[in-house]
């Protein structure tokens, strides 16, 4: 006999007895305290439920249609991205759980003269749509929710939340931070100078405490894994496996949208600190560990010539890969410049698993100049790329030169953020003032400027019925408009 589907708007009733799990040494851990690295051997970890294979229990087509149903629910606990509540962190209670609208982001397919230009068809996933502009929202409903799950097993009075950020992980956890209020603070560390004003705005208008480092991304990890060593605070880095959890949510969403299957289908993911594909990888094993995917799809991460600490790791033969951390330099993706990304070794182990599954898993590499273009290519055909999305896009384009997709493959791009946040380097292309050290020259085709209509002086000298008659034609002139017959 099978069992009845819950209600779409019952919180699940089943906790998992979940247990980190060290990439390193295999030891595990409870998950009654807050860790990072494994107290063995100082390894990063993940977490697990060690009953997941008994979900399967119920069918793929038990788990297809509760997810599907919850789609529709009003229960706000699960209809952000815990509606996958089963397959992330069934520990939490619905309390707990904090929705500030954060995924369920749409997929819009690029157009037919896009598609054409770029040789393929493709969408892109929009995470600039969640709440704080990026797809960090999703990690953040993770680790808040079972922040909310300590303080209030523990009686905490006070919680110092830290985090290194390119600007992104800064305003999500600023914005999960000042939404859940007391007992938590949140204090950000930035290379100064190194994260966009829009982002920089982000953990300022929420309150957050923010402290200016000079260096690079890696210099500020470093800080901050230092501070988690010696001092009691909450940890909001990728290293904190929650935040893996949460962000596991796209691989679920990008497989329902497709009606669970992803045959035919290849997934590009911008790489930096690279947490995203760890989450992107875990998600999509574990979809098809319980049968609700019949294959894995292509997983491509792509990183920029200046940071490509991964690239190179894969670039070596199987036999013979070595771990690097790189310098970087600086990248219009600026958000993924990191040369010693935290979450390698989680990639290493699930990339093992993930190929070991039949899935194909590669990195490719791209260039700033063709990041760029990339994403100013997109923006003009109706999307809404952030840099690291224009990435994903050069990576495509890549990936079909270099033929390593099949002739119909379609793939799905992760546009990581909204392009508002990357205004200051469309600017840069725009006026060919980019620093020498991006090194990219703008493709005259791809520019676009603000021309005026008249100057100051000129109107000062008009009547007002004057300017505007004299504005009006100057704009049809210019935009080439013609007069309406009678
Ligand atoms: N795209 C955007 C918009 C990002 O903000 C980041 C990372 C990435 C891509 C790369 O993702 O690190 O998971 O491989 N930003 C982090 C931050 C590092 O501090 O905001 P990843």
Redesign the pocket.
């Known amino acids: 006999m099978s069992v009845p589907p819950p209600s779409p708007s019952d919180f699940p009733a089943r906790r998992a007895a979940m247990e980190y799990v060290c990439t390193g040494c295999a030891s595990r851990h409870s998950v009654d305290e807050l860790l990072y690295t494994c107290p063995e051997c100082g390894g990063v970890l993940l977490l697990e439920d060690p009953d997941f294979d008994a979900l399967a229990e119920a069918g793929p087509g038990y788990w297809r249609g509760l997810f599907d149903a919850r789609r529709a629910t009003r229960t706000t606990a699960l209809r952000g991205v815990f509606r996958f509540y089963e397959l992330m962190a069934p520990v939490l209670e619905r309390e707990d759980i904090v929705y500030l609208g954060e995924g369920d982001t749409p997929i819009v397919e690029a157009s037919a003269a896009l598609a054409a230009s770029v040789g393929r068809r493709f969408a892109f996933k929009n ?2 749509q969640n709440p704080s502009a ?3 929202d999703r ?1 953040m409903a993770g680790a808040f929710s079972y922040l909310r799950a300590l303080v209030r097993l523990h009686g905490w009075d006070e919680v110092l939340t830290l ?10 956890a600023a914005l999960y931070g000042s939404y859940v209020g007391e007992p938590i603070r949140t204090v950000v560390l930035l290379p100064r100078g190194r994260v966009t004003p829009q ?1 920089l705005s982000q953990p300022l208008g929420s309150g957050a405490l923010v402290l200016e480092v000079p260096g690079v ?1 890696d210099d500020c990890m470093k800080i901050v894994e230092y501070l988690a060593d010696h001092y009691r605070v909450a940890l909001l ?2 290293k904190n496996s929650w935040r893996i959890l949460g ?1 596991e949510s796209y691989a679920y969403e990008t497989a329902q949208w497709y009606g669970w299957d992803l045959a035919g289908k290849s997934l590009f ?11 992107i990888l875990s998600g999509l094993l574990k979809l098809r560990r319980l049968g609700i995917l019949p294959a894995l799809p292509r997983l491509v ?1 792509v990183q920029s010539e200046h940071a490509d600490p991964v690239w190179r790791y894969y670039q070596a033969p199987a036999g013979a890969r070595r771990f690097e951390p790189v310098t970087v330099r600086p990248s219009v ?1 600026q ?2 410049m ?1 040369g010693n ?3 390698f070794p989680r990639v290493r182990l699930l990339a093992e698993r993930y190929q070991r599954e039949g899935g194909d898993f590669r990195v490719v590499r791209v260039t700033e100049q063709a990041i760029m273009d990339a994403m100013l290519l997109a923006n003009r055909h109706g999307h809404i790329a ?4 224009g ?1 994903c896009l050069a990576g495509l384009l890549a990936a079909v030169e270099q033929g390593l997709l099949d002739r119909d493959e379609f793939a799905v791009l ?1 546009a ?2 909204h392009s508002l ?2 205004a200051g380097f469309q600017s840069m292309y725009f006026d060919n003032s980019f620093p020498p050290a991006y090194g990219v020259t703008p493709d005259p085709g791809l520019v676009n400027r603000p021309e005026a209509v008249m100057d100051e002086e000129r109107k000062r000298a008009l009547t007002a019925e004057e300017f505007t008659r004299e504005a009006a034609l100057a704009v049809a002139r210019r935009a080439g408009l013609r007069g309406r017959s009678r």
């Not at 985090?163 to 999500?172: K, L, N, P, Q, V």
């Open positions: 995470e600039g990026s797809f960090k990690g985090c290194a950020s390119t600007g992104d992980t800064s305003a999500a982002q991304f880095n990728s962000q993911v911008p790489v930096g600190n690279a947490g995203n594909i760890t989450a991460g993706a958000a993924a990191i990304p935290v979450s952030c840099t690291q999305g990435e992760d990581t953020a946040k990357f």
